[in-house]
């Protein structure tokens, strides 16, 4: 195995807990195993739109 090695980590967050922001860098894939997401723009600014 080298430093790319992939591993999958279940995490659990609270009810409208922020996961990342728009913004920050990626450095994983998050999958929904249960429960819902929402994707917004302008998160808690007045200009906040929700895309998905």
Do not use: H, W
């Not at 090695?5 to 860098?25: H, L, M, S």
């Not at 990626?26 to 200009?47: H, L, N, Q, W």
Request: glycine share 10%; with cysteine; hydrophobic share 30%.
């Amino acid at each position: 195995m080298n430093d790319q090695t992939a591993y999958i980590e279940e995490q659990r967050f609270r009810k409208r807990q922020v996961i990342f922001r728009e913004g920050d860098p990626g450095s994983c894939m998050y999958e929904v195993a249960e429960g819902r997401v929402g994707i917004f723009s302008d998160y808690g600014k007045p200009t906040e739109k929700l895309l998905t």
